[in-house]
């Protein structure tokens, strides 16, 4: 049980946990199906919950009159929840946090384009982030967020999550497709060491999962929750 197992571990972890070699011959999957089940099952795992690791902070410099920025490319643009700034000149910790949401009436006492130092912000389109009101000097923006998650595609790529977390539920994933019936077997052990790894990273921030995207009487659909409040602002 550890994070950043290669690919080609998992493969070979996966092989074990549904002993590929009893399937039925019309069940065995190509690598390439593997390996696609793998990412997907990280991926839904990943989304699934905050996990403590997964978030990391960047700055921006913005110039002044610079309404919308472009995010950082490896901050997952859904997933920030935190963003602060500072003027060039002002120390380490005089950060001011922004209120999250930029909407008509932020306008009303002010106006929409007028420039001053900005107390609120948004994501934009296209990956940006806009600021209001708009910059009237040189800013450092520092956001906090969730780090996109990397395919893993060669054999030495390695996983983000735990690999017993992603490899169970995989498992039960192919089991079912193969109609043998100790998937539910396979999906509740995955679901206990989910819940176990959660409450090792802060507490449950998320809904129970469920792999193949199926509903089932084991455990309940993903919601994803307001992705921007206090709760994640340390």
């Known amino acids: 049980m550890a994070r950043g197992r290669q690919l080609s ?9 549904t002993g ?4 039925p011959a019309s069940s065995v ?27 990391s902070w960047r700055d921006v410099r913005v110039e002044a009159g610079d309404r919308r920025f472009g995010q950082p490319a490896d901050l997952d643009f859904e997933r920030v929840n935190y963003c602060a700034i500072k003027t060039l000149g002002e120390g380490n910790n005089d950060w001011q946090e922004l209120a999250y949401g930029i909407n008509e009436s932020s306008f009303i006492q002010i106006g929409e384009d007028v420039q001053g130092r900005p107390m609120r912000w948004a994501p934009a ?16 923006v520092r956001l906090r967020g969730v780090l996109t998650l990397p395919l893993m595609v060669d054999s030495d790529d390695r996983a983000v999550l735990d690999d ?6 995989a498992a039960s994933e192919l089991l079912k497709r193969a109609k043998l019936p ?5 999906a509740r052990e995955a ?22 995207g199926a509903v089932s009487g084991l455990v309940g659909d993903y919601v994803p929750p307001l992705r921007r409040g206090i709760d994640y602002v340390d």
Request: aromatic share 12%; glycine share 6%; proline share 2%.
């Open 20 to 23: 590929m070699s009893m399937l």
């Open 9 to 17: 571990q998992l493969l070979t972890q996966l092989q074990g946990e």
């Open 191 to 212: 679901q206990l060491h989910f819940t176990r790894l959660r409450a090792q990273n802060g507490g449950n921030k998320r809904a129970s999962f469920i792999s193949g």
């Open 182 to 186: 100790d998937w539910e077997d396979k």
């Open 164 to 169: 017993t977390l992603i490899v169970l539920f």
């Open 29 to 55: 999957t190509s690598r390439e199906h593997r390996v696609q089940v793998l990412n997907r099952t990280q991926a839904r795992l990943y989304a699934a919950f905050d996990w403590d690791f997964a978030f």
């Open 125 to 140: 389109e296209e990956g940006k982030v806009e600021l209001w009101p708009v910059p009237d000097a040189e800013y450092t």
